[in-house]
């Protein structure tokens, strides 16, 4: 879902990014974004209006969304 989040705000996000985060960009947009299978990822329950539902991230991609605020700018 950070990778979502990222993919909106893709323009924005490649000028604030450093070399490395940028390497992290280009590494999840090869795997289109998604969670390889038996790539680390983060996991969260949560409820939602009122509904329940699940948050999966690559911990790089949710690094980049918390350090630039991206889960609420977009």
């Not at 790539?39 to 948050?55: C, I, N, P, S």
Request: hydrophobic share 35%.
């Amino acid at each position: 879902m950070a990778s979502d989040w990222i993919v909106n705000c893709l323009s924005d996000v490649v000028e604030w990014c450093d070399y490395e985060e940028k390497r992290q960009l280009v590494k999840a947009r090869r795997n289109n974004w998604k969670i390889q299978p038996g790539q680390k990822y983060l996991r969260q329950a949560m409820v939602w209006e009122g509904r329940l539902g699940t948050f999966k991230a690559i911990p790089e991609m949710h690094d980049i969304c918390v350090k630039y605020d991206i889960y609420e700018d977009c």
